[in-house]
């Protein structure tokens, strides 16, 4: 049975497409990054791609605009941007949130009622302010009729080769208590590491470490960081950074092909967060970005080098939304057939 889905912050398609995969049907995504949108057509020729700002797209009549009945959509997803809140020592309600994106999300949760909603973040979200962030996000949404629980997912345990953790938000409505239930998914058996992603990878574009840069990494044993260089490269190197405490792990950090990816950022070039790749003294590829992402081979990227770096560094890992998505799947096919009343 195929149940139907809107997508908030669609992005480059990472958290739509496994959502498909798990047997969604995505009846609108909402994206105002017309790069990303135009990655959403490209592959999805058939999905309601909506390049609007959600702020203005929220004031419209949602049930209209999606022809839906109130409680008849079975799922609301999307990662909002995390932001604080002004607390002026009250309790929050929606009205008191207005104005950030998790708002927007709020909004579409309060005017669609549906049966259930995924929201996801990085994972800094759980301490955020003290952990009065999300306390508040979860006020909101029990206010507005659901039961809500979190947990702390890492992609490396559902068939993902990167270590990127991300909070994942689960709420069922109110009146499917006792017929929904919602079960996070169970880490895999396995978890893959570089060697089983980056195999036949197809050719794309990618950055260039500079020459300087380049004759650092020749330094660096393949698990190896900024420690493993001789120390007056190190020293050279690090610049100030040298003598500051911490590890500093990701700083000059080569990958081996036994280990998973860090968590990928937006551009492979950033110091602090280096991810140079096994043998090659180069930053991954963006068709190797794709992979450790878990997107298809088949799955293209719109826009120029640093636009696919950027979409895919945002994404949700698909291997990830899939499995998420499966879980919400059987917890909707358990018992998610009642609409709320109009």
């Not at 999300?105 to 962030?133: C, I, S, W």
Request: aromatic residues 10%; contains cysteine.
């Amino acid at each position: 049975m195929k149940r139907k889905c809107i997508e908030l912050f669609a992005g480059a398609g990472g958290l739509a497409l496994g959502l498909e995969e798990a047997g969604f049907e995505e009846i609108g995504l909402i994206e105002i990054d017309k790069t990303a949108c135009a990655t959403l057509r490209l592959n999805r020729p058939n999905w309601n791609v909506i390049e609007d700002d959600i702020v203005e797209f929220s004031k419209r009549d949602l049930l209209k605009e999606f022809n839906l009945k109130k409680g008849e959509l079975d799922l609301l997803s999307g990662g909002y941007p995390c932001q604080s809140f002004s607390y002026a020592g009250k309790k929050l309600g929606l009205d008191d949130v207005r104005g950030t994106m998790f708002y927007y999300y709020a909004e579409f949760l309060r005017q669609l009622k549906p049966k259930m909603f995924l929201a996801e973040n990085v994972k800094g979200l759980t301490t955020h302010d003290g952990g009065r962030t999300i306390k508040t996000m979860v006020d909101v949404f029990q206010d507005l009729g659901y039961e809500v629980e979190w947990k702390v997912l890492n992609a490396w345990d559902y068939g993902v080769a990167e270590k990127r953790q991300r909070v994942v938000i689960i709420g069922a409505r109110n009146d499917l208590k006792g017929k929904v239930k919602f079960e996070y998914p169970k880490p895999h058996d396995y978890k893959p590491v570089l060697r089983d992603v980056l195999q036949n990878v197809p050719e794309s574009v990618g950055a260039q470490y500079p020459e300087k840069k380049k004759k650092v990494f020749d330094l660096v044993p393949p698990g190896g960081y900024w420690k493993d260089l001789p120390d007056d490269v190190a020293r050279d190197y690090m610049k100030s950074c040298y003598f500051m405490g911490g590890g500093r792990t990701g700083i000059a950090r080569r990958i081996s092909w036994d280990e998973p990816s860090l968590t990928l950022t937006c551009s492979p070039m950033m110091k602090q967060t280096d991810r140079c790749h096994p043998d090659e003294s180069r930053p991954f590829t963006t068709r190797e970005y794709a992979r450790i992402q878990s997107f298809p081979d088949e799955w293209q990227f719109a826009g120029k080098m640093n636009d696919v770096y950027k979409q895919i560094g945002n994404a949700v890992p698909v291997n990830l939304a899939k499995e998420v998505g499966i879980s919400i799947m059987k917890a909707l096919n358990k018992g998610g057939d009642v609409n709320v009343e109009s």
